[in-house]
């Protein structure tokens, strides 16, 4: 039995030797054919996650998904040039490299007043931009679980500072002794106080005028609408319909569908890639 199970292990790991000749990979193919492209992306997407460095041909067709489908020219450039650096050689590396120049010409197009000739230093400053805003958020992030495990941990505690006994006793002031000539203080008469009579109020009789004010009052004071409580702000959430795609969502609540990354890392807790997105599935919209 042992023998066997080895077997089987061997097997399996010879199976599918090519990147070609796996089942994902067969998949997005034939998704492309029938036009289901969000299931191709996501069927391309495990190939890699799968093989790691040695899925060249999947990043070739993420690229073309993002170039001419999805109309994102970053994400596209970033899988063609994972491409190259995995098949520098390969006959297609030329018509990937006219790619890339075409995805930064789409790119140029989309910033105001931008020269094209410039277009390859934006896209590099941009990609080295989101890395670190990846990483500037990863240790907001760490830094708000720190802060809320010593708010749990801590408790609030009053101290009362006592009194130095070591410390040095105030100086004392010398008393001065007064002396009283009782011979030579003149004699001071004083007539006892007049009794105070008490001082007694009456309310004013209430008249009709009074009476109506008063009413009127009443009713204006019994008629003012009560405080509203303002409700706490809510983040927006996004049900995903059919066809939706994180960009098509950038795209709708951002006019922007290079923002597409801010809702994928906003809902990391309920997506395992960028592609990891179906029917039903709840986001928050940043």
């Known amino acids: 039995m042992v023998l066997g199970l080895s077997g089987c292990g061997d097997r399996d790991r010879l199976t599918y030797a090519t990147e070609t000749d796996e089942p994902n990979y067969r998949e997005g193919v034939s998704l492309l054919k029938t036009g289901r492209r969000q299931e191709a992306l996501t069927a391309f997407l495990k190939v890699i996650d799968k093989r790691g460095e040695d899925a060249a041909e999947s990043h070739l067709e993420i690229g073309l998904l993002y170039l001419q489908h999805i ?27 006219q790619r890339i120049d075409a995805a930064i010409r789409d790119f140029a ?12 230093k934006r896209v590099d400053l941009i990609a080295a931009m989101d890395k670190l805003k990846l990483e500037n958020d990863q240790l907001k992030q760490q830094l708000a679980d720190l ?28 008393e001065k002794k007064l002396t009283f000539n009782l011979d030579t203080m003149p004699t001071v008469r004083t007539r006892p106080a007049a009794p105070v009579k008490p001082v007694t109020l009456t309310p004013p009789t209430p008249t009709a005028s009074t009476k109506g004010r008063d009413l009127s009052r009443a009713k204006a004071a019994t008629s003012l609408p009560s405080p509203a409580t303002s409700a706490p702000g809510t983040a927006r959430k996004h049900v995903v319909q059919k066809g939706d795609t994180l960009s098509n969502l950038a795209q709708r609540y951002y006019k922007n569908r290079a923002k597409w990354r801010d809702i994928y890392m906003a809902n990391r807790k309920v997506m395992k890639n960028e592609s990891d997105i179906h029917v039903g599935l709840e986001l928050v919209i940043p």
Do not use: M
Request: positive net charge; charged residues 15%; without cysteine.
């Open 71 to 97: 109309n994102d020219p970053l994400s596209a450039i970033y899988h063609f040039k994972k491409y190259l650096a995995l098949r520098p050689n390969s006959p297609q590396s030329p018509l990937v490299r």
């Open 109 to 120: 197009r989309t910033l105001p007043a931008q020269p094209l000739e410039n277009a390859t």
């Open 147 to 174: 802060a809320a495990n010593r708010e749990s941990e801590t408790s609030v505690t009053v101290s009362t500072q006592s009194p130095n006994p070591t410390a040095a006793p105030a100086q004392l002031i010398p």
